[in-house]
């Protein structure tokens, strides 16, 4: 490959190590036929081959083979990867670049030596957002600088400083002073009515802060519709923040305290209401593959997982809905409402859900549902992405967000917080700021609810 030659390793450079290196066969299965490139983002924005699927493929093989060292030139073009998944959908020969990428970034993170400046960043997203009891305090602080009206000039000086912490400052939704305590919520909710299942939820970490309403019409829709539902006090992250970006040993600890935090529980599924944690939520038992106490115990738990749009159109919908009229949409209740709906990358190419969030919105009344142009190209949120590579984020971003506005949709539908959080930015780049944004969750349960006039 071009370019390779001049990275050959010699013995004193960092290189994988044999702790489960990118698999020969399924790097053999790539035939190079290049229909991964137009699917891929990061190709898209920055052009090269080396920063698409094909590109990172030839370099886990000369990885392998001790051609090329883990050098920094070589390390940002895997850093250059979402992790979104696009291209696993796109091709024909069927290549598993899940498994590959998902092998590679742990090699990276245990073997390359990254500057000072970037390893304190990673250890500062990786201690914090995982963590909703660490996190939880500083949403005080937050609120007063939000207050106080200052992020703009805040922001332009961290610009100046680090990108990196800009693009943090610049995702954080606005507070309201109730989600500033932590939220409560009982062991067990009984259903309403009849109960059909006994389900757990998993509550997520980032969005049972910054959206915890989405949690709450979960729970009001399941239990409208026959579940009972259990939300285990001891759940904490479910590793998809540290999984992704190869953290593999807080990654596996992560997974372990989910298992154990749902296992007293007899449940019909286990739910969750974040694409982004479903995806590994159902992975645990690749995640503790080599962990002899809790590989069977993962994929018993994995085989149980499943998006809650999944589960609700698995078992169907027993309460009745009723038309929205949405307040933030100033609707009459006689007008049709217009909405657009997003894909989040690790919903379509992780689980293979398309169709289902579709399903269950399509039966509200009067709801007209649209997709925009290019649906299955990431947002650029991609867990921590936008936090790490904020540059080409911010590009897809704003691609992202043009063609949901195109949709002359009235408002977005999202369910991953990450998109949500990603899509609000760039809304409010482009003046648009008054577009909501709502979960699914949220329109079922305002369905649910028969409103003033109907």
């Not at 190709?43 to 093989?61: A, H, L, N």
């Not at 962990?291 to 993962?298: F, G, L, N």
Request: charged share 20%; aromatic share 6%.
């Amino acid at each position: 490959m071009s370019g390779l030659e001049a990275t050959k390793a010699t013995p004193q450079e960092p290189r994988f190590d044999a702790l489960n290196p990118p698999d020969p066969k399924l790097i053999d299965a790539c035939v190079h036929c290049g229909f991964c490139l137009t699917t891929c983002p990061s190709y898209r924005v920055i052009g090269k081959e080396t920063d698409s699927p094909r590109g990172r493929i030839y370099q886990m093989d000369a990885l392998n083979q001790g051609q090329i060292s883990l050098s920094a030139a070589t390390v940002s073009h895997f850093d250059s990867c979402l992790g979104c998944l696009a291209c696993v959908t796109a091709c024909p020969s069927g290549v598993q670049y899940d498994r590959l990428i998902a092998a590679t970034r742990p090699q990276i993170e245990r073997n390359y030596p990254r500057n000072v400046w970037d390893r304190l960043y990673r250890q500062l997203i990786f201690s914090l957002f995982p963590y909703p009891a660490r996190l939880q305090p500083l949403l005080w602080p937050l609120w007063l600088y939000q207050k106080l009206g200052v992020s703009r000039w805040v922001r332009k000086g961290l610009e100046k400083v680090s990108p990196r912490l800009a693009a943090m400052e610049s995702l954080m939704p606005r507070l309201e002073v109730e989600q500033l305590l932590p939220k409560q919520y009982p062991e067990r909710i009984a259903a309403v009515g009849e109960r059909r299942f006994r389900v757990g939820l998993v509550l997520g970490c980032v969005q049972r802060l910054f959206t915890p309403q989405v949690n709450d019409a979960s729970i009001r829709v399941l239990t409208r519709n026959g579940c009972e539902v259990v939300i285990p006090p001891r759940q904490g992250c479910c590793a998809a923040l540290p999984h992704h970006q190869g953290q593999l040993a807080q990654a596996e600890t992560l997974a372990r305290q989910m298992i154990d935090a749902f296992a007293p529980y007899e449940l019909d599924a286990v739910l969750i209401n974040a694409s982004g944690c479903g995806h590994t939520l159902k992975e645990y038992g690749h995640i503790l593959a080599r962990d002899p106490d809790y590989q069977e115990k993962a994929a018993q738990f994995s085989a149980k997982v499943k998006d809650i749009q999944e589960f609700l159109v698995q078992v169907g919908l027993t309460t009745p809905l009723h038309p929205l009229q949405l307040d933030s949409l100033s609707l009459t209740g006689t007008e049709p409402l217009v909405l657009v709906y997003q894909d989040a990358c690790h919903m379509l190419h992780g689980q293979r859900l398309s169709q289902e969030p579709r399903q269950l919105l399509r039966q509200i009344p009067g709801l007209e549902l649209r997709d925009p142009l290019d649906a299955a190209l990431c947002c650029g949120s991609s867990g921590v992405y936008n936090l790490l590579q904020p540059k080409v984020a911010d590009e897809l971003g704003s691609q992202k967000v043009q063609n949901l506005l195109r949709t002359g949709a009235q408002g977005i539908v999202s369910a991953n917080i990450g998109c949500r959080l990603q899509i609000q930015k760039h809304l409010h780049c482009q003046g648009k700021q008054e577009i909501p944004i709502f979960h699914p969750m949220e329109l079922l349960d305002r369905a649910m609810q028969p409103q003033q006039g109907s």
